[in-house]
């Protein structure tokens, strides 16, 4: 069973152009959580989506941002980039939400992004 | 609000020696918690979770932790090192009802020497 897939593992941007990240959940997962890894803040919660729909959102600011397809696949962009977005990028998947929120959260390699 | 603690941001042990690395939470309610180990330039790998029933916890790599309700602790240990252990672990927990996304502490180095 093929794991959480994101691409692009590594991209460079400029400060003020805008990119799109992209995942691959598990097989039968439909939940789809992302998180920026930095070393300053460490691991920080972006926003989960449920069937095509977003059920939770962490503070950050509306630069980012966060789709899911019907297909389970999410992406997530980040507009305006700014220096501090520099972060790995992950992407988790698991199976349920409800009463299966004990389901364990697989992440993916995430994406490396570095803004200049 | 919840929140994970990790208090050594690096922990040093011997191949074959036991260790330790401790976690301490804080969340209303009853908790989910979990380890994950973290590689080089890798993503995050799940280890194991505690969710219900037995205290002790036992998951991949031969890695187990011990959930404290009294302490509110979830220390991961392991009886015997390896110098391939060496990586960087992640206490997390996150609220049985509510908000679910997962909380993560700040990371501990592991760090085994041969």
């Known amino acids: 069973k093929a794991g959480v897939t994101q691409t692009p593992r590594y991209l460079i941007k400029t400060r003020g152009q805008q990119v799109t990240l992209s995942c691959s959940p598990i097989?039968?997962?439909?939940?789809v959580s992302w998180y920026q890894q930095t070393p300053g803040q460490g691991l920080q919660f972006l926003f989960e989506?449920?069937?095509?729909?977003?059920?939770n959102k962490g503070n950050f600011p509306g630069r980012f941002s966060g789709r899911q397809f019907s297909n389970s696949r999410s992406e997530m962009n980040v507009s305006t980039l700014e220096l501090g977005d520099s972060a790995l990028y992950l992407c988790?998947?698991?199976?349920?939400?409800?009463?299966?929120?004990?389901?364990?959260?697989?992440f993916g390699e995430g994406s490396w992004l570095t803004v200049v | 609000a919840q929140s994970v603690a990790q208090p050594e941001d690096q922990v040093n042990v011997a191949e074959g020696n036991p260790l330790t690395v401790k976690c301490t939470y804080s969340?209303?309610?009853?908790?989910?918690l979990f380890w994950y180990v973290q590689y080089p330039n890798r993503g995050l790998q799940f280890l194991l979770k505690?969710?219900?029933?037995?205290?002790l916890v036992k998951g991949s790599y031969g890695f187990e932790a011990e959930f404290n309700k009294s302490q509110t602790s979830f220390h991961l240990k392991k009886p015997s090192a390896l110098v391939s252990d060496s990586a960087l672990y992640f206490c997390?927990?996150?609220?049985?009802?509510?908000?679910?996304?997962?909380?993560f502490g700040s990371g501990t180095r592991l760090q085994v020497q041969p």
């Open positions: 988790a998947s698991r199976s349920g939400t409800g009463q299966l929120a004990g389901n364990t959260i697989y």
């Open positions: 097989s039968g997962h439909r939940s």
């Open positions: 989506y449920f069937s095509e729909t977003q059920r």
């Open positions: 969340v209303s309610g009853n908790p989910y």
């Open positions: 505690y969710i219900t029933g037995d205290n």
């Open positions: 997390a927990v996150r609220r049985y009802t509510g908000r679910r996304a997962l909380t």
